[in-house]
């Protein structure tokens, strides 16, 4: 079922009313619809939005979270009167409650999406109690004797049947035997939408089916291209997207859409994908076996039923995974507003194929300024040992910053030039930047700048008293001042960097008394400080409690 | 034809099992939202003089078989029973235990067969065998062996099946109605929202969605859905809940006080199908019951601090569309619970999907505001600048909020801080706020086109 499918295999198909009386298998629609089966897609549109609780990272191809809107365009010739239009070949994550069909003229009565689909065991199932033929091959001369008969039981994969010479169990005897089914069945190969529809008049309409449908998903990946000096970056993107769907959607108008978008977890509706004729015996086992315990089964209500329900849900882990990864040319991708998301159209049609992953191009942008920032976050009054600082490359999306446009969350790597050519230093994960937002680029610990931190806990209130007041302290409450804390920034890189230090204060608490300026970033306490080529500065502060 | 074709059907499960006559069947289906079915059966059914039992094949896998009822002119109910044991090749050979069946020898060289008749002993592990006087295992020796059995015993079936036993008054055929519940039938709405951004109206659909998980199809059902639940699933109501951070946002702003011409049972609506449907087993349907154009909506922004929130990168708000259910505004209609997709046509015209959001049932004149997602171009930051103990129990906390615009049109965001409860009080403000509730403040900032905002407030509390 999981195969990939290629569509076109279908031709357009018309069953008579007549025809599905003589079925053995009654047709699930009223008795007078004839069945009427879509063409194939004249026109696809692909619209893959991103897994919603993601906000930032690259796409797991084994775990697809994202959903697609699938817009398909076909060629229906309906009669008069009641038809069933049938959509073959739609998306196998298809959310059937989210199929919207239009351009039919007169009213749909009703949509379905039959959840059973044709295996052995749905044949079987469809012909309990009904006459078919059972075949017996010999296996010396090789003729088939064919008995008619007719099926008892189908229960639990065993299959229990009677013939004119009495009651009999399928395949348990050791002689080849098979069962053969007369008639149609209704049954689809792979997940069908069908439409009930009344029309007054013969007419030939294009429809358009849409549907959301799982198993999709995207991301930006961006790779930023450190200058020599470290100063300035080129910036590229790739749109990656994938399809973990069995269906491929060939030459297809392909958009992507980011931001976030609200999506309310609601149980899938079960497919029943069917399974092998089990034919499962009586006991067999023989005086050469080894001994068992005796087990004894009591009776489950309904396990069987059940237990077929819960099977039906492992149809995407039998799926096989992603292989085909396609790199397309370096035509950019289009933006445009969708309300409050924005929208990325690929320029082409292209061919969106069953498990594969493609890339687009999303942006390509050179010299962009970056300041790389060196920072620490610790909490107040505590000692800490040595440990690297944290690097960041800082810079504004804006066009002063040759940047300026809403930037996708997803991956970035960060690479640099070496000997005439780059290696790749770090990566991490972006969110959505909007436009006049600042990009924080994380590009991990450095070993080479060093922060420690050390709490005076002899309180010598003399070396307290040469730390300079914080400008606008007002109630300074001597009694509720801690010790001094020490804390020493270790550069060992041969250029002065720009360094961070954020303090966590506890409820109520402030920095009082200290030796460098003192700023706020987002409430909380900041020094931004200069650590010269090989040096060393100590920062001192003092802080008052609530 | 359908009737013909109904008769058809019939005789193939005459020939199959039903001790007794049924014919012309009229099914109805009642389906309630919370995963509840009444299904209602009437047939033609033979009823002889005296003692005698109807079995029901067709019936829900899941049937709740303590609800089942069968009614009928001049008949008494002895008992009724609901059998599950199935019909496999193992029970049936269990039951042959101390029977006599037929086994048949193939000769693997010749074909020849020769039958003998054989005792079951037992059927522990292998199957033992008592033929004239030898004791034998069952292809002890791996050679084709088949068994053949008189008939089935009588309590085993391929399906689940509920029986009746009945004394019937006088003989004849006479119509007889079994009805029953069951889970594994259930119905919810699906909604389709186009939103124009030109001229802020929504185009609206509703769809109901039939499931059917039940094992047994239900063919020519007249089909009634309930917009509410008669029995309360696991002991009651949903939970308060108690941690004021975590609320959901509600949908409902407003809710409606109009009457609608729908028809009602107690305080149900009901929505009957209009014609004949057939649910089959795992089918989803879905059939329209809603089609309205043109309803006025409106698009607004929405940004929910919990107490104490700061954020150290700004936060998308929540994209708002809001519209009325009311009659002479709005839907005109009583909404059952369900989900509102919401679409939007692209630069080309194409419809995409700009995101979803679950209602309650929806009384007619209600205003609902539905969150679809984040804005990508619209954030807030809040921050808390600075807190002050001013005694034991009195806290002074100063907030600010900075909002962010990358839209080229200049954008209202309704900013609400929660967790006010108490003697909260709001000392300062850069903006004039109203207290939605004890528990809430709100502003309504603006937020000039490709700008920025902020907003500043001081609150007094006790925590």
Known sequence: MRAAIKRGRHSMRLVTASGFALAWVLAAAPAEAADILASIPSDLSVTVYRAPLRSSGSITLDDLGGFALVSETRTVRLPAGVSRLRFEGVADGIDPASAIVTGLPDGVIEKNREGKLLSPAALIDAALGKPVTLLRTDKKTGKSARLAGTIRSDAEGGVVFETSEGIEALRCSGLPETLSFSGVTDLAATPTLSVLVRSAEPITAAVTLSYLARDFDWAADYVATLSADGNTMDLGAWVTLANGNGVGFPSARTQVVAGRVNRENRAVEPLDIGGPILAQCWPRGSTSDPPQYLQIDLASPLSAAREKMAMTQTLAAAAPRLTEITLTGRKKVEQEQLGDLKLYRVPDRTTVSSRQSKQVRLLDRSSIPITPVYGADLAADENAASAPAHLLLRTMNDASHHLGLPLPSGRVAVFAARDGGTLLQHESNVRDLAVDEEVEIDMGESSDVRVASQSDQTGDSARAETLPLVPGTLRLRPANVGAVNRVDVSNARATEIHFELRLRLPEGGRVVRADHPLGTKNGRPIFRLSIPANGTVTLRYQSQHG | ?463
């Open chain 2, 1 to 463: 034809m359908r009737v013909q074709l109904l008769s058809i059907g019939w005789v193939f499960c005459l020939l199959a099992h039903a001790p007794a006559m049924a014919a012309e069947r009229a099914l109805s289906v009642t389906i309630y939202a919370d995963d509840l079915a009444l299904v209602q059966d009437r047939r033609d059914i033979e009823i002889k003089g005296g003692r005698q039992r109807i079995e029901f094949q067709d019936v829900s896998a899941q049937i709740r078989p303590e609800t089942a009822s069968l009614t009928a002119a001049d008949i008494s109910i002895v008992e009724q029973n609901f059998d599950f044991d199935l019909l496999t090749p193992a029970k049936l050979m269990e039951k042959a235990v101390g029977h006599e069946v037929t086994i048949v020898r193939v000769n693997p060289a010749t074909g020849a067969e020769t039958r003998e008749a054989a005792l079951v002993l037992a059927t522990n592990g292998g199957v033992v065998l008592k033929i004239g006087q030898r004791i034998e295992v069952l292809r002890d020796d791996g050679l084709p062996v088949r068994v053949i059995f008189d008939k089935v015993p009588e309590n085993l079936r391929a399906r689940p099946t509920l029986s009746v036993t009945v004394i019937g008054g006088r003989a004849g055929t006479r119509p007889a109605t079994l009805s029953y519940l069951t889970p594994g039938l259930g119905w919810r709405a699906d909604y389709v929202a186009l939103y124009n951004e030109a001229d802020g109206k929504i185009d609206v659909q509703g769809w109901v969605t039939l499931t059917n998980s039940s094992g047994a199809a239900y063919d020519n059902a007249q089909t009634l859905l309930v917009a509410g639940s008669p029995t309360q699933v696991d002991g009651g109501a949903r939970q308060p809940n108690y941690y004021r951070g975590s609320q959901p946002r509600g949908t409902l702003q407003q809710a409606g006080t109009e009457s609608g011409s729908r028809e009602r049972l107690g305080d149900y609506y009901l929505y009957p199908l209009a014609e004949l449907t057939t649910i089959a087993n795992l089918q989803t349907k879905q059939v329209s019951f809603l089609d309205v154009h043109g309803v006025p909506a409106e698009h607004g922004y929405e940004f929910r601090n919990h107490w104490l929130g700061t954020s150290e990168t700004p936060q998308s708000a929540k994209s708002i569309y809001s519209f009325s259910t009311s009659a002479h505004a709005g839907l005109g209609d009583q909404l059952p619970a369900g989900v509102l997709r919401f679409y939007m046509r692209d630069k080309r015209g194409d419809p995409q999907f700009i995101g979803e959001s679950r209602i309650d049932h929806t009384p007619m004149g209600s205003t609902l505001s539905l969150a679809t997602g984040d804005a990508f171009d619209v954030k807030v930051r809040a921050v808390v600048d600075k807190r002050t103990r001013l005694s034991a129990f009195d806290w002074q906390s100063e907030m600010r909020y900075e909002l962010t615009n990358a839209l080229p049109r200049p954008v209202t965001v309704k900013l609400l801080q929660e967790g006010l409860w108490g003697d909260s009080r709001i000392t300062a403000e850069s903006q004039k706020s109203t207290r939605r509730s004890a528990d809430t403040a709100e502003w309504a900032v603006a937020v000039p086109a490709n700008g920025k905002a902020s907003l500043t407030a001081t609150f007094e509390t006790r925590y």
